[in-house]
């Protein structure tokens, strides 16, 4: 069964700073997805960035990327440059490609990041 | 292009009562989910959808139904409402299943007293 852990419940940082949110998954299926959303207090949810699992280039979108570490099933996102913006929680999440006639996304419990100006 | 919508932005139901929280999209997107967010904790799929006339379970299916008539919408059913279905409700859709991206609406909270 797929399974998505984050294991920082909430961080701090000092704006400007450079922040990584971990994310490990576990996944029997060689072909699957990561994805990383962002929530701020307003509660929507924001797309930001996608890895897939043979995506030989870890993926970046502006200031954002994800440090793919395929052997160790770890897809953390790194935040250069921290803006007071960026406080928020923080998903990750996983899509098994399956065989299956849909696939199912699943999402971590999630990291709350507050940026201290 | 309104996106994802959600009606109502808030409900308060008793124990026992049913409704159904609407979800639509103008994206002509053929995958569409719900997810339930309980605080301190990720959001848990209820069920979803990967076309008209074809629904499936995620993880916390039990108390809920849904059914996709059209590719814009699809509603989700709370048959007997217990306190335990107290959370914020998102609806999310794709273009595809293998889409990188999901939508999400804006969400739905619901409290059973």
């Known amino acids: 069964a797929q399974k998505i852990t984050q294991t920082q419940p909430g961080m701090f940082v000092q704006e400007k700073e450079a922040v990584t949110l971990d994310c490990t998954y576990d996944t029997s299926d060689p072909s699957y997805g990561l994805f990383w959303y962002k929530q701020p207090s307003s509660g929507e949810m924001i797309f930001l960035i996608y890895q897939g699992s043979y995506d030989q280039q870890n993926a970046t979108e502006g200031r954002y990327s994800l440090n793919f570490q395929k052997a160790r099933k770890s897809a953390n996102l790194v935040i250069s440059a921290s803006q007071l913006g960026d406080s928020a929680m923080y998903f990750c999440a996983m899509r098994e490609a399956g065989y299956s006639s849909a696939s199912k996304i699943i999402f971590g419990s999630g990291t709350r990041l507050s940026i201290r100006p | 292009n309104a996106g994802v919508t959600q009606t109502p932005k808030f409900q308060v139901l008793k124990t026992g009562q049913s409704m159904t929280l609407q979800c639509a999209q103008d994206?002509?997107?053929?995958?569409m989910s719900w997810y339930r967010q309980d605080p301190g904790m990720g959001l848990r799929l209820i069920h979803y959808?990967?076309?008209?006339?074809?629904?499936d379970q995620g993880e916390v299916p039990n108390g809920y139904n849904v059914s996709r008539s059209t590719t814009e919408d699809f509603p989700l059913r709370l048959l007997s409402a217990a306190p335990s279905q107290t959370s914020v409700y998102f609806c999310?859709?794709?273009?595809?299943?293998?889409?990188?991206?999901?939508?999400f609406g804006p969400g739905t909270r619901l409290t059973v007293l």
């Open positions: 994206m002509n997107h053929e995958y």
């Open positions: 999310a859709s794709s273009y595809r299943k293998t889409s990188n991206e999901q939508f």
């Open positions: 959808s990967v076309g008209a006339g074809i629904t």
